[in-house]
């Protein structure tokens, strides 16, 4: 009786109950509305499979209607713990208090307690009406009892996780403010961190890889596995529930520990112990400092000289802010001594990255160490497809993208990567991946701009190599028999779409394609300005759709077409167009003047009949345009008037001035000038 006496106090309880049961009334009664009351406005007859599974997983805490509930699991047992506890932060209360005849550990267990029970009582009445309501309506063709104990279960363990982490982070904290928001940030600070860091770093190290894998921060953290729903895709396992519980008994454990230590004159300074202060102080600091150097290099496109301005900048101002916050004080310039050692510790850390004294920038494996590599830009897909045993199962996607094992390209992608590492002021390009899977099993990973046409050199050997288009053109190792049917379309026209259903014209178009992108060059394969109007979608007996544009240099293609008469059948052909329509594209200059004068330029067009110069035109749309090599050039809108037998259409594209054109072309643009 001793020991139940001397952690719990009748008295201290009951005032808690008279003084908070508001908040537990206010929280049943919202629950309910979100939750029961919600599904009893649902209309079963209206209820289709979609919205049922949606019903069901909300029990998971895992939908839509799910978002409300998540959102008071995360707002209510943080305000339950700064009421609770808001004694310790105010000097009076805190003396009041603690001059009562309870010794720390009573407070401590007594507020907790009925904190507990008030989180509870409200989750278990909406539990009791949820038992109810599956009983008695459609429900309970929608989930079971134990579903409703789950729902029950899981909103428990949430809300006391919530609960005795705010209670540990208000122990160090005199201040009910800053206890909110050092719960929250706490709540989401490593995976800030991290992400944060990782946007420095690729800046700072050439070759660093942005855009990881951050799964890990948002399976595992629990704010994060709430707020993105993912507690019925995780597949919450008991060692998720093992892990909060042990987290949850540690958070109040440790905040009790704390609290037997904390002076009562902390009420109502920032951080309350002394040894917490400089982790505070230079915390901020540091988070200011690489939360700024984000936004540097952004406004600056990746400037070094600005980003390390911003670094300077902005670790000044959050120093001197958390100075203040802990002195509350604004004379805080005495500290100054401090952000001396704060910058000098800096300088030599980024004098450190600059020298490359880790050898990370030109570090490189040895060809025989490599088991494979994979050179694209999804580091998700390469995540997903190394956790697979056979990598070829896995669809590539179409942005050249690729896993290389043999020896030849693994050595050409060596080459490529030695010659990356070797520019660190090229940031032209779109960023891609160089990803080694080691022998011993092991990764290494860098990031680069690869300017396609900078480094065509080191990629046409790679990009022709069979396990890159094999990759890239899944059609090349598809199997036949496994092909439904062909769909191929013209977007530009109404003519209907050619469907191959035939297992002998299957086979024959699939090998004409075969060959045609079998012998696609690098060069080819980088005719990024070309126009894609063709395409074939191959569908396979799974139901799987993959569609490959068929461009205009794909000449056994379009020859078995010609034979077999599909192709004017399909494709657009100049006897379809009426008439093409050519338009001057107006300079900024033309369509500020027309702004100030507040009357519109009207571009001048003209009207093309001419067949030798529509075919012109035609190929040219289709074949894709010459562009120099000065940068952008004017160009002239072209649009095609259409009509066939099927039906009418109106399509556009556009024709360069720096386009070679015939005698007859080059009049009507003339026109346009005059």
Known sequence: MKFKTSLFSSGLIKSDVKRFWWISALYTVILFFVYPFHLMMQDPKLLDQWRRDDIFRSTRLSSGISELQIILICIVPVLLAVLLFRYMQVS??????????????????????????????????????????????????????????????????????FFSFAIFVGMFTGNSIAQIAFTYILHVLPSGISILLDYNMTYLLHGFGRDRNYTFFMDTLPIFVLTDLKIDSLGFTIAHIITYILLTVFFFAAAMFVYEKRKLESASDIISFEVIRPVFKYGVTFCGMILGGVYFSEISKGSIPIILLGYVLCSFFSYFIAEMLIQKSFLVWNAYKGFLVYSTILAFVLSGFFMDVTGFVHRAPDADQVQRVYFGQDMFLWNHIENKTDVKEIEMKFDNTGFFESQENIQNILLLHQQLAKTPSVKEGSLKYIIYTLKNGEHLIRQYPVDEKRYSVYLKPIYESKEYKESRFPVLTQDINKIKFVEISDSRNPKKPLILSGSSEIKEFTDQLRLDLAGVTFENLMMMDSREYIFANITDTDGKVLQYSLRTNYARVFQWLKAKGHYENVVLMPKDIESVVLERNLSPAEIRAGRDKKE???????????????????????????????????????????????????????????????????????????
């Open 600 to 674: 519109p330029v009207q571009p001048k067009r003209i009207e093309v009949k001419d067949t030798k110069v529509i075919e012109e035109l035609l190929i040219l749309c289709s074949t894709g345009n010459y562009r120099n090599n000065t940068g952008y050039s004017e160009y002239i809108n072209v649009g095609f008037n259409i009509k066939t037998s099927i039906g009418s259409n109106y399509f556009s594209d556009q024709i360069y001035r720096d386009t070679p054109v015939s005698d007859g072309l080059k009049k009507y643009i003339q026109q346009l000038d005059k």
């Open 92 to 161: 009076k209360s805190a003396a009041m208090m603690h001059s009562l005849p309870f010794e720390r550990k009573t407070l401590y267990f007594s507020h907790s307690a009925i904190g507990l029970v008030l989180l509870t009582l409200p989750v278990l009445l909406n539990g009791i009406v949820l038992f109810l309501l599956q009983s008695v309506t459609y429900l309970n063709t929608v989930f079971t009892p134990a579903d409703i104990l789950i729902w029950i279960g899981l909103t428990l363990l949430f809300n006391t996780l």
